[in-house]
């Protein structure tokens, strides 16, 4: 199957520093990838969609300032977590899907970033 | 709005059963389905998809089933192992919404030696 990178797997920060995670598709292009939050033992929570060259698209309640997100090539995006603080301490995860045809494509995930914000 | 439910939340097995893991969804339009393992503290690996045009998928042990029309998949497992310990979850890609899945809760699998 397709790969998906995300690093880094485990950061630690300090209360008001800022993190960026990374999420490459390794053998294949992404116009469009996904960031994702996932609390212990629930299911994943879409935050927003990354589109390639243009604006992100955040869901309802997710904060745009605080979570920046960037697609400036077609395997590269980043979430960055600014002026971190404790709840924002979670399971992040990415993905991009492969395309068979429009919409109708076929996902694929990064191995996650635990964030702990102490 | 579409909505994934899976059945059981969580299932204890003894190693070498059969075992089945449901999924329901509402809105039968959908691209297409796919099943996810995740190990704790991992990322999703991609078991298998099912296009909405396809009614079963097989890989390995594993097959899946999709009857689009009552809004129902399930994930057969043949010969349980404690290696399939997991959290499995199943995904439906709603039509004209982008490329964007729609999760269920998942199923916490333990299979005992």
């Known amino acids: 199957g397709a790969v998906v990178s995300q690093h880094p797997s485990r950061v630690i920060c300090k209360s008001g520093t800022s993190v960026k995670i990374e999420c490459r598709s390794l053998?294949?292009?992404?116009?469009?990838m996904f960031w994702y939050r996932q609390f212990p033992k629930q299911s994943l929570m879409l935050m927003a969609t990354s589109n390639e060259g243009s604006k992100a698209t955040y869901e309802q309640g997710v904060e745009k300032d605080k979570f920046l997100i960037n697609h400036a090539s077609l395997t590269l995006s980043t979430l960055t977590v600014t002026s971190a603080h404790p709840e924002d301490s979670s399971f992040y995860i990415c993905?991009?899907?492969?395309?068979?045809?429009?919409?109708?494509?076929?996902?694929?995930f990064g191995q996650g970033t635990r964030l702990t914000v102490v | 709005k579409q909505e994934v439910t899976q059945i059981p939340a969580a299932l204890s097995v003894p190693e070498g059963e059969n075992l089945v893991l449901n999924c329901s969804f509402t809105?039968?339009?959908?691209?297409?389905l796919q099943w996810f393992r995740q190990d704790p503290g991992k990322g999703l690996t991609s078991l298998l998809l099912?296009?909405?045009?396809?009614r079963e998928q097989t890989s390995g042990r594993l097959n899946a089933s999709l009857d689009k029309s009552s809004g129902r998949s399930t994930l057969y497992i043949a010969a349980s192992q404690p290696g399939d310990s997991a959290t499995y979850l199943c995904a439906v890609r709603p039509a004209f919404a982008g490329n964007m899945l729609t999760f269920g809760g998942g199923t916490r699998l333990m299979v005992k030696p």
């Open positions: 053998d294949f292009q992404a116009t469009t």
């Open positions: 993905s991009a899907s492969r395309g068979y045809r429009e919409g109708n494509t076929e996902a694929f």
């Open positions: 099912i296009q909405s045009s396809q």
């Open positions: 809105d039968s339009a959908i691209y297409n």
